[in-house]
DNA sequence: CCTCGGGTTTTGATATTCTGAAAACCGATT
DNA sequence: AATCGGTTTTCAGAATATCAAAACCCGAGG
């Protein structure tokens, strides 16, 4: 089975496209090149969604837009995930309360997905915005893995580039393991953390531009692996400038359903970053409860 | 071209049928069956969809649910249609203010789609929810077509069965002149009309029964040309049960965008419709205004 | 512990359907 | 009038979906 219902997904990349730039319009042309999809393809997928109201196409310009059908559909989705709703509520708050960027993330197949931000970061890092996708590979995504089965570990390793595979070996099992303790991962800021994420984002923005990228990771990633991203101990009396702390929702399976973010903090000591993490994960922790979800026991020791 | 992208067709339809049944949570069979597709090409879209995170699957129950990611691409879609939002804010305190039904509503292809839903209807009618969609078939939908062009108005009654469509096209320039004239649209309450809505809407939820709901719908619209349905002279002392006022909000291009309802007031004085109506218009206006849309000139006299 | 049954997934041959490159077309703009 | 971007159409080849049947899985019941 090489890829069945092919013009279904490219139906699907089109839409996602059209998430990771909200408020966008786009051309035929546009939309088929930065995709990588045929003209002639893309016009009868688009055709399609046009027909059904998932886009509009401005009458003069030729150009799509996202159209109103969707607005129902997002509705109904809400409905199903009451914990993205719930979620949002509670992060709002925390991001006035820390006067700081809160971010819901969700994992999807291999990638991340950006679902609601509140607030402003006050270290000013990549711009965040609803609908943005990006791979997720390691040192992203520790809250997704630190209770998953090693099976899921190794397949997430796996993403990464092979020539850094063997030094994150080592250094992961430590970090998943002081992330599965505390409740909640801690990075630091680094400028070399700071360009892994954009690079991530422009990867998911330019499919085109993949293979470059792809190489830049990997050599970024090589020199993370010297440095102390995420932070094991924390010392209270220390000062850190802090790329993200993260906690994780769980579902009734006790999987991760979404991780919540606090992003870009300045200049905070020690004892703050436990409170501000203490807090956060008592946020996950909450509407894991409220919707019916499971932490799972820690049961798995690398 | 006999149907390019079946494929991405077929996702649009698994997915409005989950928008239309908002919470609910299907087997591959049931959408099968329900869609009339067969179940290996239903399966292979399905994983297309689950892929991306539009749908989530039960590990164990083998169910499938709208999925996270479609939170976002809603998200997306809101950013691209402010109208919407912005109508969904006024209709709200519409809702309380008349302590009745108010409802969001579009046009797409040949379907009428439930954006929005609040409040609660004095009389009781059908159950209106969003993502719910149904045909556009005379009587319904008169103010998408009352600023719109001859043409547009024929294709309208072409929907209409046969039999009906040599009545309709006597009764419907009165009526639609009435709607542009005042600005939104009455229709009273008559079982009959009650009948036709909850005709449609089964018509839209079970695609296999089809046949003979077209068939009731002929018979119900027949029996409706002989009644007053829409109220073309206001009595101001006269009492009413309306099933509803609508008013349209235009785009940019001086289309209708969105048609704004009240649904379902009871026992109201001729006065009281007045006012409702032309608070609902003024309110439509507003919406119309601030989305930079254009009221187009009553050009066209039928 | 085994059998049964509803539902799910896989399989494989067939032919329908989509793909993709190039060319024709259209409508602004110069 | 010619140019330029972008859109739409065309067409033969090839990948892809389709369909029915069979294998399979899991839970229920014996």
Redesign the pocket.
Known sequence: ??????????AIDILNFFAAHPGGTF????L?ASLG?????A????QALEDAGYLV?HP????YELGPALVALGDAALRSNRAVDLARGEMRLLAEEFSTEAIISVSVGDDLVILAVEGRPQLTSADIRVGQRMPLVPPLGQVFFAWSAQEDVDAWLGRLDRRMQATARVHLPVTLAAVRERGYSITVESPTRTEIGATLERLADRPREAPRLRERLAELAAALGEEDYELVGVEPDATYDITTIVAPVFDAHGQVALALTLNGLRQVTGRQVTAHGDRLAATARLVTKQTGGRTPDPLYDL
């Open positions: 089975m090489v890829r069945p219902a092919l013009a279904a997904g490219r051309t035929l042309s546009e088929s999809i045929n003209l002639a393809s016009l009868s997928v688009l196409r003069r310009r030729k150009t």
